[in-house]
């Protein structure tokens, strides 16, 4: 059974950092794509960052330049790093899978979610 788990959410100051990490369990390689997304209360949940199974990542304009997606994929786990982060950048942010993989391809996975709250 496909988990995935998010961590590294928190509070922080205008101009800080924060990286959270997902870790998808029940797969032995990567064949999926990854994505990160956030919802702000009142707002629809909207993409932030992915990265696909070939390694090519992509941005949403307002985090482009201050976010950073990346992949162990020996932990099957996706990182984003956060800089500059501004108090627009206050949301929950969810981890997304879909699954390139043999008897659940085109499947949609999501995170339990992580809270990201940038205040001074």
């Known amino acids: ?8 959410g928190g509070s922080v100051q205008p101009g800080g950092s924060l990286r959270l990490s997902c870790a998808a369990s029940g797969y032995t390689y990567w064949c999926y794509d990854m994505s990160w997304y956030r919802q702000a209360p009142g707002k629809e949940r909207e993409f932030v960052s ?8 992509s ?3 307002s ?3 201050r976010f ?13 790093q956060m800089n500059s982060l501004k108090p627009e950048d206050t949301a929950l942010y969810y981890c997304n899978l879909v699954s390139l993989c ?4 085109g499947v949609n996975y999501w995170g339990q979610g992580t809270q990201v ?4």
């Open 63 to 65: 985090v482009k330049g």
């Open 1 to 8: 059974q496909v988990q995935l788990v998010e961590s590294g």
């Open 59 to 61: 941005y949403a304009d």
């Open 50 to 57: 992915g990265i696909i199974r070939a390694g090519i990542t």
């Open 68 to 80: 950073t997606i990346s992949r162990d994929s020996a932990k099957n786990t996706v990182y984003l």
């Open 102 to 105: 043999p008897g659940d391809w």
């Open 117 to 120: 709250t940038v205040s001074s």
